[in-house]
T-cell receptor
Framework: AQSVAQPEDQVNVAEGNPLTVKCTYS??????LFWYVQYPNRGLQFLLK??????LVKGSYGFEAEFNKSQTSFHLKKPSALVSDSALYFC????????????FGKGTMLLVSP | NAGVTQTPKFQVLKTGQSMTLQCAQDMNHNSMYWYRQDPGMGLRLIYYSASEGTTDKGEVPNGYNVSRLNKREFSLRLESAAPSQTSVYFC????????????FGSGTRLTVV
């Protein structure tokens, strides 16, 4: 079985400050890891993914995430938050072998204040 | 634009009514999925189709049926709607190799009264 934990329901940060949205995972074997963003009344949009290679992954809109195998974490980060980054963020995991569906976390609401 | 198209966008049903949610993708993806999104519960997989001609249950399949009509289309049917099925439903598609991730539709907001 595979699972994702996003321990924070909401993260508040001031514009211009760095942000971190936390994600830990559990999966048999090696993982594929993803971050998606959802703006109000929209579908989920792909932000970035970790498949293999460099532990620091860069994605859309200036976001990046760091894969830490020993801590089974894949935290989303951005050096300087924008008000427009306010949205619901989902972490997702699947196994990197065979066929497996994506399992999503419960989501973290990011609120960036002006 | 290429992507995943869901219809309808909004629907209100009475308890016991039936309806079909439609989903089509034009990216030639092999795999398609139906998720429901509920506050505080994230996205939960209802059914998926790894490839044309196959369908499998996900985490919360009770009360739903699916049909993979062809490679492009994957429909979700509620035979007898219940208030517990009030939710936002998302269809997604992907290559069978998951390294490419999913592409999502814009969702169907369903209310059962």
């Amino acid at each position: 079985a595979q699972s994702v934990a996003q321990p924070e329901d909401q993260v508040n940060v001031a514009e211009g400050n760095p942000l971190t949205v936390k994600c830990t995972y559990s999966v048999s074997g090696n993982p594929y890891l993803f971050w998606y963003v959802q703006y109000p009344n929209r579908g989920l949009q792909f932000l970035l993914k970790y498949i293999t290679g460099d532990n620091l992954v860069k994605g859309s809109y200036g976001f990046e995430a760091e894969f830490n195998k020993s801590q089974t974490s894949f935290h989303l980060k951005k050096p300087s938050a924008l008000v427009s980054d306010s949205a619901l963020y989902f972490c997702a995991v699947t196994m990197n072998s065979g066929y497996s569906t994506l399992t999503f976390g419960k989501g973290t609401m990011l609120l960036v204040s002006p | 634009n290429a992507g995943v198209t869901q219809t309808p966008k909004f629907q209100v049903l009475k308890t016991g009514q039936s309806m079909t949610l439609q989903c089509a993708q034009d990216m030639n993806h092999n795999s398609m999925y139906w998720y429901r999104q509920d506050p505080g519960m994230g996205l939960r997989l209802i059914y998926y189709s790894a490839s044309e001609g196959t369908t499998d249950k996900g985490e919360v399949p009770n009360g739903y049926n699916v049909s993979r009509l062809n490679k492009r289309e994957f429909s979700l049917r509620l035979e007898s709607a219940a208030p517990s099925q009030t939710s936002v439903y998302f269809c997604a598609s992907s290559e069978r190799t998951l390294g490419y991730g999913y592409t999502f539709g814009s969702g169907t907001r369903l209310t059962v009264v």
